[in-house]
């Protein structure tokens, strides 16, 4: 049973540039979550996403972005990078409320 | 705004040594509360789930406790292996969205 995939592993953008962040949720999950993880900190919630829509948002600009397709896969976008926005990334996903969530490896962000 | 705080941040212990992580959070209303442990560079890995309504979970040399009425969880580990070395994050789960500390490193020597 795959669990959560996040494509790709690892990738370098130069400041001002748009990336895409793919994943797939675990067999059976239906809602996808972002999470951002700076070195050295906890992962702070970018967005989760049911049922195709943006279901809640954290305190994240709007250069920050994503979408969920009808195989309840998903993709963060974001533009206009900064420095700051190097991180890695990490996608969770569950099932309704009454289970916790699974996470994938996460796609680290490099941006110079 | 729901807060969540480790301690210690770091910790070293010698090999088979019983050990607590804790775990504060501010606001008692959540909905269950998760411990995750992280290796360098990688995701995370579920630990332990811990819902409202319960008060501990276990899972091998792992047990969880949950105490909502003061905010507090402890993460104990049992006999403490090399192997356990990782940072370990506990999460509350605050609506659609989990709230993380910035974890506990730890580290076991042989």
């Known amino acids: 049973d795959a669990g959560v995939t996040q494509s790709p592993t690892h990738l370098i953008k130069t400041r001002g540039q748009q990336v895409t962040l793919r994943c797939s949720p675990k067999s059976g999950h239906d809602t996808v979550s972002w999470y951002q993880q700076a070195l050295g900190q906890g992962p702070q919630f970018i967005f989760q996403y049911y049922e195709e829509e943006e279901r809640q948002r954290g305190n994240f600009p709007d250069r920050f972005s994503g979408h969920q397709f009808p195989n309840y896969s998903s993709e963060l976008n974001v533009n206009a990078l900064l420095l700051g926005d190097s991180a890695l990334y990490l996608c969770a996903s569950s099932y309704r409320d009454s289970y916790g969530y699974t996470f994938g490896s996460g796609t680290r962000l490099t941006v110079v | 705004k729901q807060e969540v705080t480790q301690i210690p941040a770091a910790l070293s212990v010698p090999e088979g040594e019983n050990l607590v992580l804790n775990c504060s959070f501010t606001?008692?209303?959540?909905?269950?509360l998760q411990w995750f442990r992280q290796d360098p560079g990688k995701g995370l890995t579920s630990l332990l789930l811990i819902q409202s309504s319960q008060r501990e979970q276990t899972s091998g040399r792992l047990n969880a406790s949950l105490d909502k009425s003061s905010g507090r969880s402890t993460l104990y580990i049992a006999a403490s292996q090399p192997g356990d070395s990782a940072t370990y994050l506990c999460?509350?789960?605050?609506?659609?969205?989990?709230?993380f500390g910035a974890g506990t490193i730890l580290r076991v020597k042989s």
């Open positions: 999460a509350v789960r605050d609506g659609n969205k989990l709230v």
């Open positions: 606001d008692s209303a959540i909905y269950n």
